[in-house]
T-cell receptor
Framework: DAGVIQSPRHEVTEMGQEVTLRCKPI?????LFWYRQTMMRGLELLIY????????DSGMPEDRFSAKMPNASFSTLKIQPSEPRDSAVYFC??????????????FGEGSRLTVL | GENVEQHPSTLSVQEGDSAVIKCTYS??????FPWYKQELGKGPQLIID?????GEKKDQRIAVTLNKTAKHFSLHITETQPEDSAVYFC??????????????FGQGTILTVHP
């Protein structure tokens, strides 16, 4: 398996522009997570989906952030309009959560976003 | 919600020494405690985990201990090697409800192993 695939790996944009980050989870996994990593705040959970349905979006900073999972093999995280304080590494992770497994998170390699 | 505190934030050891990282959690309903290792430019990767019905678990040079009463758990790495240098994160997850599946991470520990 190729693992969790994220794109783009690096994105540099200007304040006010729209940013779309993409994620392909591991085939067969039923849960998908978006995390943001910064030096100041560490790893923060933004939102997670189970069976393509958003379960907890309490970590989404504000209305500028939105996430979708139209099917089991694809998710997007969109920031519109972007601001310099959104600069961070955004990780997507997937997991198979059920009664007989631990629900180990498998992370992608991240998308490093810089907003100028 | 759950709050996980991790210490120390940085740890420097000589090759061959042991390293210990400690975490405390706040939610007594948490029952799953994984540890992740993050190398430069990569996503975190699970290295060991423990459930609340177990007090200790070992896998070669790494071990994790859990004290449910005190709500703390620790990662122990013995005979450290330079390739152990990375950022280590502890995490906690509660058993059920709408938070099921949601991991709360500690702030991370930067471990440096000097040859």
């Amino acid at each position: 398996d190729a693992g969790v695939i994220q794109s783009p790996r690096h994105e540099v944009t200007e304040m006010g522009q729209e940013v779309t980050l993409r994620c392909k989870p591991i085939s067969g996994h039923n849960s998908l997570f978006w995390y943001r990593q910064t030096m100041m705040r560490g790893l923060e959970l933004l939102i997670y989906f189970n069976n393509n349905v958003p379960i907890d979006d309490s970590g989404m900073p504000e209305d500028r952030f939105s996430a979708k999972m139209p099917n089991a093999s694809f998710s997007t995280l969109k920031i519109q309009p972007s601001e310099p304080r959104d600069s961070a590494v955004y990780f997507c992770a997937s997991s198979l959560i059920g009664r007989t497994n631990t629900g180990e998170l498998f992370f992608g390699e991240g998308s490093r976003l810089t907003v100028l | 919600g759950e709050n996980v505190e991790q210490h120390p934030s940085t740890l420097s050891v000589q090759e061959g020494d042991s390293a210990v990282i400690k975490c405390t959690y706040s939610d007594s309903a948490s029952n799953y405690f994984p540890w992740y290792k993050q190398e430069l430019g990569k996503g975190p990767q699970l290295i060991i985990d423990i459930r609340s019905n177990v007090g200790e678990k070992k896998d070669q040079r790494i071990a994790v201990t859990l004290n449910k009463t005190a709500k703390h758990f620790s990662l122990h790495i013995t005979e450290t090697q330079p390739e152990d240098s990375a950022v280590y994160f502890c995490a906690a997850r509660r058993a059920g409800g709408t938070s099921y599946g949601k991991l709360t991470f500690g702030q991370g520990t930067i471990l440096t192993v000097h040859p």
